[in-house]
């Protein structure tokens, strides 16, 4: 079906607000949102029970544990007020799923599953935070 010049404008605006309501990898979702910045702790409370320490200057950091500094695209699969599911692909390092669960703005616990580098991960971490990074 070929559409009449004056409503081609039209859809390419409508198409381009849609791309500009888009929140960025950087931004966290509103569930998460407020979590406090800062140094957190992370305890796996798998079998190892490693603690392992992170700085938090965005909640957006706790989506991608294992994939961390790598600007993936993700997409929110859930979400209510104490909740966030999201998937994320990094094309050739791997992607993840993680389920963000907030408790207070300075306790969450996220359980996170994917492919790192070739490699199936699954980890559930007990998150706290520590105080200032």
């Not at 605006?13 to 500009?20: D, I, K, M, Q, T």
């Amino acid at each position: 079906m070929q559409l009449s010049r004056p409503f081609k404008p039209a859809l390419f605006g409508a198409a381009a607000s849609v791309l500009l309501a888009t929140p960025s990898a950087a931004q966290a979702p509103a569930a998460i949102s407020g979590l406090q910045s800062g140094n957190w702790e992370l305890r796996d409370l798998g079998r190892t029970g490693a603690r392992t320490q992170i700085c938090v200057r965005n909640p957006a950091r706790l989506l991608q544990i294992r994939h961390a500094g790598r600007s993936c695209p993700r997409r929110v699969l859930s979400e209510d007020s104490r909740s966030v599911t999201v998937r994320y692909d990094c094309s050739s390092a791997g992607w993840g799923q993680t389920e963000v669960s907030v408790e207070t703005p300075r306790l969450a616990r996220i359980d996170t599953q994917g492919i790192a580098n070739g490699s199936p991960f699954h980890n559930v971490y007990e998150a706290r935070r520590t105080g200032d990074c």
